[in-house]
Structure formats: structure tokens, C-alpha cells
């Protein structure tokens, strides 16, 4: 009896279990998206994941995805108030990789001039999860 129970409730579980990738569910496979270089699926997934924030002009999101958390909410405001709008267009990455910890990625915007430089470096001592660097760089003289 008990186990016909377990079995009852293992069914009804995989019903209601939601199995819609998560890639529609964040918005990702909505992107009009074109890539050049060659990305892991990791850094791949990062990009999107920031395009979509700056789409949706999702500043808190968008800061959230920072690798070292220093300037992020300073960063992701100003990407979202000068990448937001051009987001809704067409979008162009290219990934350059760098064989030790980072990834440069140059984002394009059709119709639009400028370049919007992401990088993104990966944590080594762990899993190699990315993150975006936002901390500003120093200017230079």
C-alpha cells in the first residue's frame, strides 16, 4: 500500500514538474542574437543573460551578473540608460578569448554606432563560473 502511495505521488509530481528550458524562461530565446568567435556555453549564457537585463532595462539584474560586485549598480545603471533602447534591435557578439581566465566580448547594436566592451572572467579556484567585470577602469592620462 505504501508503496502504491510513493508511486501516486511520484506521478503527480512529475506532472506539475515545470519543464520549459530555462532559456525561455529568462527571455534568452527571444534575443535576436548573432555570434562570432567561439564561446563556451557558459559565457555564452552570461552574455544573454546581461543583454536581456539591459533589454528589459533591469539595472538591480543586470548588477547582480558582476563578477567582483565592485561598481556594479554604477555600471549596469549606465549600460541600461545608454544600451537599453539600442537592445531592442538586433544584436551582434564578438567573442574573443583569452586561454587563461577571460573573455572579451564586443556587443554591437544594429543601427547603432558605438561598442559596447564587455569582459567576463571566470573564478579558477572552483568551477570556472563567469561573472562581468564591472569595476571601472582607471582613467587614463
Given at each position: 500500500m505504501a508503496a502504491t502511495v510513493a508511486a501516486t505521488a511520484l506521478l503527480l509530481g512529475a506532472c506539475?514538474?515545470?519543464?520549459?528550458?530555462?532559456?525561455?524562461?529568462?527571455?534568452?530565446?527571444?534575443?535576436?542574437?548573432?555570434?562570432?568567435?567561439?564561446?563556451?556555453?557558459?559565457?555564452?549564457?552570461?552574455?544573454?543573460?546581461a543583454l536581456v537585463r539591459i533589454q528589459k532595462h533591469d539595472e538591480k539584474g543586470l548588477a547582480k551578473l558582476s563578477y567582483d560586485g565592485k561598481d556594479a549598480d554604477k555600471t549596469a545603471a549606465q549600460w541600461v540608460a545608454k544600451w537599453g533602447d539600442a537592445a531592442q534591435k538586433p544584436i551582434t557578439a564578438d567573442f574573443a578569448v583569452d586561454p587563461k581566465k577571460y573573455v572579451s566580448v564586443e556587443i554591437r547594436f544594429r543601427g547603432v554606432q558605438g561598442v559596447l566592451p564587455l569582459t567576463l572572467e571566470a573564478d579558477t579556484d572552483d568551477d570556472w563560473t563567469y561573472g562581468i567585470v564591472t569595476r571601472e577602469k582607471p582613467e587614463q592620462k
Open positions: 506539475t514538474t515545470d519543464h520549459t528550458p530555462p532559456h525561455v524562461k529568462d527571455g534568452r530565446a527571444d534575443l535576436d542574437l548573432s555570434v562570432t568567435g567561439q564561446p563556451s556555453s557558459e559565457t555564452l549564457a552570461l552574455v544573454e543573460k
